[in-house]
Antibody, heavy 119, light 109 residues
Framework: QVQLVESGGGLVKPGGSLRLSCAAS????????MSWIRQAPGKGLEWLSS????????YYADSMKGRFTISRDNAKSALYVQMNSLRVEDTAVYYC????????????WGQGTMVTVSS | EIVLTQSPATLSLSPGERATLSCRAS??????LAWYQQKPGQAPRLLIY???NRATGIPARFSGSGSGTDFTLSISSLEPEDFAVYYC???????????FGGGTKVEIK
């Protein structure tokens, strides 16, 4: 079954850290660029970071640089994001998404994992 | 950074009516614009890429048009399942930054 499944979300205190995972199945994970995108409660979509198919090229939204680190393990068909120094405003549903080959769009999304930052 | 502005914020229509959603870019994105549908509690779903190409499995009542800075998503005849929030999205060439519009909610009138 072709799918992305995120995990690792939960409740964390301000200043804490969390590592999210995204397990891919049903397609050649190593062929695709991947991204993390988040959505705060009742808000719109915000792109966070993307990583090339080999992992050699990484890009971040300016607001994420220095706190979030994206990585991948193609042998495990897994995508990760390490989130440090978390703030209340990082509370959101975090999605992993597959970048459509050649086309500038996300053609597959996970169901999302909720991260709540609160004391 | 390119900014995408969607209008209207909310569109109140009845089933069977035509919906026309707008997305305006702050500078030309050529035809590199995508549209997504998101229902409550669900992940977004790709509807349209490259401004006018329907994604796999998307019904023909959804169509996209435009180029440069002005784009439109049209739903020819609203079905009950079409009431949702719609986002436009583009990616800049360099650095590769992905941007979403603020969304348009299509609600039942």
């Amino acid at each position: 079954q072709v799918q992305l499944v995120e995990s690792g979300g939960g409740l964390v205190k301000p200043g804490g850290s969390l590592r999210l995972s995204c397990a891919a199945s049903g397609f050649a994970f190593s062929d695709y660029y991947m991204s993390w995108i988040r959505q705060a409660p009742g808000k719109g979509l915000e792109w966070l970071s993307s990583i090339s198919s080999s992992g050699s090229n990484i890009y971040y939204a300016d607001s994420m640089k220095g706190r979030f680190t994206i990585s991948r393990d193609n042998a495990k068909s897994a995508l990760y994001v390490q989130m440090n120094s978390l703030r209340v405003e990082d509370t959101a549903v975090y999605y992993c998404a597959r970048e459509m080959s050649i086309r500038l769009a996300f053609d597959m999304w996970g169901q999302g994992t909720m991260v709540t930052v609160s004391s | 950074e390119i900014v995408l502005t969607q209008s209207p914020a909310t569109l109140s229509l009845s089933p069977g009516e035509r919906a026309t959603l707008s997305c305006r870019a702050s500078q030309s994105v050529r035809r590199y614009l995508a549209w997504y549908q998101q229902k409550p509690g669900q992940a977004p779903r790709l509807l349209i890429y490259d401004a006018s190409n329907r994604a796999t499995g998307i019904p023909a009542r959804f169509s996209g048009s435009g180029s440069g800075t002005d784009f439109t998503l049209s739903i020819s005849s609203l079905e009950p399942e079409d009431f949702a929030v719609y986002y436009c999205q583009q990616r800049s060439n360099w650095p590769p930054v992905w941007v979403f519009g603020g969304g348009t909610k299509v609600e039942i009138k």
